[in-house]
């Protein structure tokens, strides 16, 4: 069974740095992607940032030039860097993993990160 653990979350002041981190465990047949994404209260689910198996990364507009998404495919782990934070930035931020080989996708629990002026 795969799990992904995320951690790094917590409250940091506006203009502030935090580093996310998600690691897989259990057996992954392939990985295609992984990502973060990021979900405010009362907004939906939205991509943050993506790094393909070859590096590729995408970002969304809000965060391009602030976040940094870097992955380990051997390890099974993927990071966000994320400086300059803003008050906007605050919400639940989940990882996820995916594997076409196996079928679907996979998520993290979730780590909260909360922007304070």
């Known amino acids: 069974q795969v799990q992904l653990v995320e951690s790094g979350g917590g409250l940091v002041q506006d203009g502030g740095s935090l580093r996310l981190s998600c690691r897989a465990s259990?057996?992954?047949?392939?990985?295609?992607?992984m990502g973060w994404y990021r979900q405010a209260p009362g907004k939906q689910r939205e991509l943050v940032a993506i790094i393909t198996s070859d590096g590729s990364d995408n970002y969304a507009e809000s965060v391009q030039g602030r976040f940094t998404i870097t992955a380990d495919i051997a390890k099974k782990t993927v990071y966000l860097q994320m400086n300059s934070l803003k008050l906007e930035d605050t919400a639940v931020y989940y990882c996820?993993?995916?594997?076409?080989?196996?079928?679907?996708?996979?998520w993290g629990q979730g780590t909260q990160v909360t922007v304070s002026s």
């Open positions: 259990g057996m992954l047949f392939s990985i295609n992607d």
């Open positions: 996820k993993i995916r594997c076409i080989d196996c079928g679907r996708d996979y």
